[in-house]
């Protein structure tokens, strides 16, 4: 085979708003596209396959899930909407420990959707990232250089890293000397 024959697009997309200044909401929406001209399992192709999304309600300062709700406005079976319900064991779960186990736990396999299940452990890194911006204005925001959940995450932010070394120090000054974003 000579040509290059695209048979999926899958895209997500995540927004995190604050709806008060002590929750946020961070949205996940998936869509998966199948142009491929053939059928699969029944489900023909050309078309949306999935165009789902889910919404967790966050609080501050533990980053726990107030609310959470999910759509799906295209779907491949009549019988995927049985999977939205579930989504409301994710109540009461904190979005800084234990996350992902404790979504497997409750939507994992045959107790969920793969793809709702996908958005949710997209949207805990979201919140994390927009924890930070949301809450800053409230006295409950944790101190920066105690709050090192991002430590380890990445190479960048890696234990004894430029960047931590910086920002253990104060070092604000080191940490804008890194940055990408910098004025010139």
């Not at 090192?148 to 253990?168: D, K, M, S, Y």
């Amino acid at each position: 085979m000579t040509e290059r024959v695209l048979i999926h697009t899958r895209t997500i997309r995540m927004e995190a708003a604050r709806v008060s200044d002590r929750e946020m909401e961070v949205t996940g929406h998936l869509l998966d596209e199948r142009p491929e001209p053939e059928d699969w399992f029944g489900v023909p192709s050309g078309l949306v396959i999935h165009d789902m999304s889910v919404t967790l309600r966050v609080r501050a300062p533990d980053l726990v899930v107030t609310a959470a709700s999910a759509a799906m406005d295209a779907r491949p079976y009549t019988i995927c909407t049985d999977a939205l319900d579930p989504l409301q064991s994710l109540v009461g779960l904190s979005v800084a420990r234990g996350f992902t186990r404790a979504v497997n736990e409750r939507l994992g396999r045959a107790r969920g959707c793969a793809h709702l299940t996908a958005l949710v452990h997209a949207i805990a890194p979201v919140v994390r990232q927009g924890a930070g911006v949301t809450f800053r204005r409230t006295r409950e925001q944790p101190d920066p250089a105690q709050d090192l959940w991002f430590v380890n995450t990445c190479q960048a932010w890696r234990e004894n890293g430029p960047l931590h070394t910086r920002l253990v120090a104060n070092d604000v000054e080191g940490l804008r000397q890194l940055s990408a974003h910098r004025k010139s």
